[in-house]
């Protein structure tokens, strides 16, 4: 029977209560360790439709008559269009329809940054569209951009109100500390570059609407379009089968499906609404920048006293405050703490989630300036994170419904151990350390989400969700959970997604929700569908259902008996098993939080500033793992990822006029092959949450992509003694921080000359 | 973009529109608007190619050279450490010669300097990948490896006009002309002969490991007694340096001062690389 339940619901570090209605949850979880399926390594069930280029992406959706769209964008940091003339453009060769300000949402006179959307155009070829651009006549009152993030808190140019924490006595902490500790850190603007761009192709069919999207959220994408285009929600199907990631920036149907939606309606044909790599760069979202001011104070033997922490978050035009204090709040066991986080409105380009949104640049301070107190006090980094160890929630004392991250620790110290050794393999003007830091992250369930098996009398089990795979192997996760669940063998399941009309409601691909959230839904689904025919077979075979089980797609009996599926299944002819599953609840009254350690060793070349990540060891507490292959290709990728954001990749902007400079991937430096690290080592704790689902797995999208920044710097400072502390750590501010460290202390002592 | 119209013409001089070889930085030129072309004319077959003795062909793709044991280390190591595979084996060494400035401004078409305009907009804005010598008008930074190298290996320039030296294929900027080379409208370069030096050598700094444009790129050949540097990614042209003191008449912006001490390194790293063998 459902029931309406008050519970928290988090996405991307938002925590918000709210009544849902969820089924209740009857099904133990499965023992530890690997089962049959679940727990060991599965190749993606879809890895050969996409190596072999049969994968159907939005980008490859060509539907008959399709029309393609372009969009006019701003070319200045703030203007506002007096006038929008789109006569000219609607005469121009191939041009079927033409929208301007208010004609669909996101098109809008007043543009807050380079590249805001103000007018939008459909043609028979997307070169027609392009080539229509220049003939849209726009005048323009142009007005002094806002760009700096203090100067927009000094005057109070803000997204929300500041979000403050306040916990014990700061101050009189600090003036009681044996080591106070103050730093600025910064973080850099970073592009999410999915491989496939930001896309939609809309058609209507009489008042119902296809959206084929390149989307993180098919559900949302569904509501929001029939919302803002003031029709039913299930008037609209909304269809992504395969997708080129999105890393956070795909979460909503963003202006460029409304655009194509507007202008289907308008011309009566399908629109193709496509962002170039240079929009892409623009507009399409971002991890803000984030100025981080500092402070920690700690006893000699590293108890953290107190934690102090102001952060300016550059947002933009548009955009939402992440937690970027986050860690300071949550991750050691400290009394006294202080933050206060600022969502600056500027005249830029909107803030986007980007994978761990917050956390990411909240774990580069806090990590950072842990390893500056440690290193202050002369002590172990290690032993100063486990001496702060946080047995409940810091800021509620909330139990964990599990937490492992002194087994992280743990396991990390052989790798940490190895420093000694790999300091002494400096060479010439190569200076090599090893760094650590520490992981903290969400990634509890967020029901409801829905799920059916349906078994038919091929024997062959079908798994219906509205979910969709943004890239990270869900669809192989699923299909091993039901697959267990049912007893049936892996290649005997078929998991459909990237289709609002599918199943119920499903989770976003964000917040790393997927696994935790769905997986117990499928799994509930499984079982359901398994007792059906279990039911059916004890009917069949004349004995009681009580001694029948399902085992590698076999119905056995206690007694020695044994069936192949199909032998019931065939009896059903047209009629079918549906097994219906949901997720349940998060624990109440619990924190569920994931955690890792990351030890990174680098080698730094101390008269060029080039700095090379040789290995990387990487251990992570997500609860079970379902696929140990998918889980380690996420860790590498976040590590991946996470290189490129520490020594490489960086947005700029022309100081002046506030035009994105880097809109093409030479100038916006993505990590290549060569940048990855020769080594990457990657563990799981691999232990159940006993308190969360029936499945007991948390999500693992995001949490590798969170301390590797810190760990790397941390390690510059181990082989250099140089403190790098803003992003990226380019030629300049490593050569800076070595001369800084070098003027510091002439001559530096903890490194074989 | 505007179309253009590709012709195959059957000889060099025949050519009508902008001529193509490797087509590596011209095409996304003409996608951008940033050279205008209505023709085309693709010379790639007609264009020398190959190695012979110490004369590279100009239709030579880099790849080629990469590969070819004949050529100078300097050159050879220019050639490995510049662009990906796929460009390397498309790209053509006279192509490479004249390839344009990765200076965002000019490549956005900012009416900047280098585009015949008031004033170079890299000098008070976002610089740190540009010039830190021959800065004073326009602060965009030559992105070619090879040119470097070649500067340094005393390379001389066949046209189908003339022979010249390298160093008087490039200029800087000037009021009355703001184009980085002395080519005349159709002069096309046919190949390219470099001395055989004792030594030689070319160290890059880049963002990433691999597939970027020189921060700074070093190059160095001796001739018996005689060193020879050139850098590249420091000036609106490859960048002849008479000696490692001269690094010390840098003119570097604000955020370009760490290739200043970056060059220092890879010039001594290059100066010890040739000293020997």
Not at chain 1, 9 to 28: N, P, Q
Not at chain 1, 29 to 39: E, F, N, R, Y
Not at chain 1, 212 to 231: F, H
Not at chain 1, 691 to 716: D, M, R, V
């Amino acid at each position: 029977m459902p029931r309406l339940l008050k519970t928290e619901r988090e996405v991307e570090g938002r925590v918000e209560e709210s009544w849902i209605l969820v089924e209740e949850d009857a099904l133990d979880q499965w023992p530890a360790g690997p089962l049959v399926t679940v727990g060991r390594p599965a190749a993606r069930v879809d890895g050969r439709e996409r190596a072999r280029g049969e994968a159907r992406y939005t980008a490859d959706v060509r539907l008959p008559g399709m029309l393609h769209a372009a969009v006019v964008r701003s070319p200045h940091a703030y203007a506002v269009a007096t006038r929008v003339d789109l006569e000219r453009a609607l005469a121009a060769p191939g041009v079927r329809a033409a929208i301007g300000p208010g004609d669909a949402p996101g098109l809008a006179a007043e543009a807050g940054h380079f590249g805001a959307p103000v007018a939008a155009l459909a043609a028979d070829t997307e070169a027609q569209a392009r080539a229509a651009l220049e003939l849209v006549d726009v005048e323009w009152d142009v007005r002094e951009p806002l760009l700096d993030p203090d100067e927009a808190v000094a005057r109070g140019e803000l997204h929300g109100k500041p979000r403050r924490h306040e916990r014990g006595d700061v101050d009189a902490a600090l003036a009681e500390a044996d080591v106070v500790v103050e730093a600025e850190y910064r973080t850099q603007t970073l592009l999410h570059n999915a491989l496939e761009t930001h896309q939609a192709v809309c058609e209507w069919e009489g008042d119902r609407l296809t959206v084929y999207v390149s989307t993180q959220y098919i559900w949302e994408v569904r509501d929001q379009v029939a919302d803002e285009l003031g029709i039913p929600r299930d008037k609209v199907l909304v269809i992504c089968r395969f997708m080129g990631g999105g890393f956070g920036a795909k979460n909503d149907p963003g202006d460029y499906t409304l655009v194509a939606a507007v202008l289907a309606r308008r011309a009566g044909r399908p629109v193709r609404c496509a962002l170039t790599r240079r929009e892409e760069n623009i507009g399409a979202g971002n991890r803000n920048a984030t100025i981080q001011r500092l402070t920690a104070g700690a006893r000699a033997d590293g108890t953290l006293v107190a934690l102090r922490g102001e952060y300016v978050c550059a947002l933009g035009w548009d955009g939402w405050l992440p937690s970027t204090a986050g860690p300071m709040q949550m991750l050691y066991a400290c009394e006294n703490v202080e933050t206060v986080e600022y969502g600056a409105r500027l005249n830029t380009p909107p803030m986007a989630a980007f994978r761990a949104p917050g956390f990411v640049e909240g774990v580069w301070g806090l990590e950072l300036l842990l390893d500056e107190v440690a290193a202050k006090l002369e002590l172990d980094p290690l032993e100063v994170r486990m001496r702060n160890h946080a047995d409940a929630d810091p800021k509620d004392a909330r139990p964990f419904s599990a937490k492992n991250l002194m087994e992280c620790y743990r396991r990390a110290e052989p790798h940490w151990e190895r420093r000694d050794d790999v300091r002494s393999r400096s060479d010439g003007p190569w200076r090599r350390g090893v760094g650590l830091a520490t992981q903290i992250w969400f990634g509890s369930a967020a029901p409801p989400s829905y799920a059916t098996v349906r078994l038919e009398s091929s024997g062959r089990a079908t798994v219906g969700t509205a979910m969709q795979d943004i890239g990270t192997g869900t669809r192989t996760a699923m299909a091993q959970i039901a697959a267990e669940e049912l007893g049936f063998p892996l290649e005997r399941v078929e998991v459909l997604v990237g289709d609002s009309s599918r199943g119920g409601y499903a989770v976003v691909s964000g917040g790393s929700s997927t696994t935790s959230t769905m997986g117990p839904a499928v799994r509930s689904a499984a079982a359901d569908a398994r007792r059906q025919l279990i039911e059916i077979a004890a009917q069949r075979f004349g004995v009681e259902e009580g001694i029948l089980a399902v085992q590698d797609g076999k119905i056995v009996a206690a007694h020695g008996g044994s069936w192949p599926v199909e032998e019931v299944t065939r009896l059903l002819e047209h009629a079918q098993i549906v097994g219906k599953g949901a997720c349940g609840p998060n624990p109440t009254g619990m924190r569920v939080l994931t955690f890792g350690v990351h030890v990174a060793e680098v080698a730094v070349d101390v008269e060029t500033g080039e700095v090379r990540v040789e290995r990387v060891y990487a251990v992570h507490d997500v609860g079970r793992i379902v696929n140990p292959l998918g889980a380690s290709s996420q860790v590498e990728g976040g590590i991946i990822q996470g290189i490129g954001h520490t020594l490489s990749e960086q947005r700029l902007l022309d100081p002046s006029s506030g035009t994105v400079l880097t809109q093409t991937l030479d100038a916006y430096k993505l990590p290549t092959i060569a940048d990855t690290p020769p080594e990457i080592v990657c563990e799981f704790v691999d232990r159940p949450d006993a308190h969360l689902t029936n499945l007991g797995s948390k999500g693992l999208g995001e949490p590798p992509i969170i301390p590797i920044a810190p760990a790397i710097a941390n390690a510059i400072r181990d082989a250099t003694g140089a403190d790098v502390r803003s992003l990226p750590v380019t030629r300049e501010e490593m050569l800076r921080a070595l001369r800084e460290a070098r003027e510091r202390e002439p001559v530096h002592t903890s490194q074989p000359v | 973009m505007s179309p253009f119209t590709l012709r195959s013409p059957s000889s060099l001089d025949e050519i009508g529109g902008v001529p193509l070889a490797g087509g590596t930085d011209l095409v996304p030129l003409v996608q951008d608007g940033l050279v205008e072309a209505s023709e085309l004319a693709n010379i790639r077959e007609l264009l020398p190619r190959g190695i012979d003795g110490d004369r590279i062909g100009a239709g030579t793709s880099l790849a080629e050279i990469e590969r070819s044991p004949d050529v100078p280390d300097a050159l050879r190591e220019a050639c490995r450490l510049a662009a990906s595979p796929q460009l390397r084996a498309m790209g053509t060494v006279g192509g490479n010669l004249r390839q344009a400035t990765r200076c965002w401004y000019w490549r956005l078409g900012f009416p900047c300097y280098l585009h015949g305009g008031e004033r170079c907009h890299a000098r008070d804005g976002e610089h740190r990948e540009h010039a830190i010598f021959g800065n004073e008008r326009c602060a965009s930074a030559h992105p070619s490896d090879p040119a470097a190298a070649l500067l340094a290996l005393r390379a001389r320039v066949g046209t189908t006009r003339r022979t010249l030296p390298l160093t008087d294929l490039y200029r800087l900027p000037t009021d009355d002309d703001r184009d980085v080379v002395t080519l005349e409208r159709g002069e096309l370069i046919l190949w390219i002969e470099v001395e055989r030096p004792d030594a030689s050598a070319y160290l890059k700094a880049m963002d990433r490991q691999r597939f970027s444009f020189p921060l700074v790129g070093v190059a160095a050949a001796r001739f018996g007694a005689d060193v020879r540097l050139a850098l590249a990614g420091v000036a609106p042209i490859p960048w002849l340096l008479g000696s490692p003191a001269e690094l010390g008449d840098a003119k570097p912006l604000p955020g370009t001062a760490y290739k200043v001490e970056l060059a220092d390194a890879l010039v001594r790293r290059a100066l010890d690389a040739v000293a020997t063998g």
